[in-house]
């Protein structure tokens, strides 16, 4: 039984990862006041970037940095036509969605099928990794989980503990006076929007390097819509984003327990799914859209000079 409680909690840290590393994204971009609703796009052109290049180079690594440029690069064009364009956040989510996923789909369709070279294995900490039943759980994992981990504490700092996450902050909740101190709103929000697209990108890397070893056309299979509803579940905070993501990682998990037992594939195949609208329906609930902690202008344009 202790081997079985085991094996599951580190699979479901390995399905947590890329849900941790794509709300991340969207925390920070989603502070400064920008919705982006392309993460799923945005991972699946992550996945297929680092499988294609993985593939072609022999090297995971090029692979991800690969993935993190085109993350970046699809996460540009949002920022362009909301930031700069002033055009509806929602429909150019949406547009960059279903952008990510024919590109990728298009692209990818050759590597169908095709075994990876070189993947990214499993690195156990020195010391860490000998610790009874906790080391073969969290210090023996592959390199993205401890990436993600790092990057999830530093996010917080930087937001709540620093100069920069006050910036950020602000300019989600009133870019109007950030502006009168002198900060960047125009900046601030393109360099969260690039930063999100990034993280969104390794979290498409994760599923292809390391979740599926594989590149499918559906690898991401809505994981970027239960992002946007973890950001919301997380309050827009880093360190709730871990017990959200990790979550539904064992969601995920459960599917493949539930199933020998008897439990219909087609209910399995919906936990994830159901799981997300439960978590949309309880912020809905609230009364007071302030009690969820949004950012106040998250979502609206904003012009230089607007009062």
């Known amino acids: 039984m202790q081997s079985i409680i085991i094996s599951t909690l580190i699979r479901t840290l390995v399905a947590g990862t890329p849900l941790l590393l794509g709300t991340l994204g969207e925390i920070v971009t989603e502070r400064s006041g920008v919705l982006n609703l392309g993460v799923e796009g945005m991972m699946a052109v992550g996945a297929m970037t680092a ?3 993985t593939l072609t180079t022999g090297s995971p690594w090029l692979g991800l940095l690969a993935a993190v440029f085109a993350g970046t690069l699809a996460a540009g064009i949002h920022a362009f036509v909301s930031i700069t364009l002033k055009a509806n956040q929602v429909v150019s989510g949406l547009a960059l969605t279903m952008l990510g996923l024919g590109v990728s789909g298009l692209f990818g369709k050759p590597f169908i099928g095709r075994p990876l070279p070189s993947k990214l294995t499993t690195v156990a900490l020195p010391g860490l990794a000998h610790i009874p039943v906790v080391g073969r759980i969290f210090f023996a994992q592959d390199p993205l989980f401890y990436i993600a981990v790092i990057i999830g504490i530093l996010l917080w700092v930087l937001l709540t503990r620093t100069r920069w996450g ?3 902050r602000s300019v989600g909740e009133n870019p109007a ?16 929007v690039l930063l999100g697209g990034a993280l969104a990108g390794m979290a498409g890397a994760h599923l292809s390097l390391v979740y599926s070893k594989s590149w499918t056309e559906g690898l991401t299979g809505g994981r970027g819509w239960i992002v946007i509803a973890l950001t919301i579940f997380a309050l827009w ?4 984003a871990f017990l959200g ?3 539904f990682g064992c969601i995920f998990v459960l599917q493949y327990l539930l199933q020998p037992i008897g439990v219909p594939p087609n209910l399995l195949a919906m936990m994830p799914y159901l799981a997300t609208l439960a978590v949309l329906l309880a912020g ?7 009690r969820l902690l949004a950012p106040a202008k998250l979502g609206e344009p904003y012009t230089k000079g607007e009062r």
């Open 284 to 290: 809905g609930l609230r009364r007071d859209r302030r």
């Open 245 to 247: 993501a990790f979550l």
């Open 166 to 168: 006050i910036e950020i």
């Open 177 to 192: 006076a950030a502006e009168v101190q002198g900060v960047g709103v125009v900046r601030i929000r393109y360099l969260c």
């Open 51 to 53: 499988f294609t290049v």
């Open 237 to 240: 905070n880093p360190l709730r």
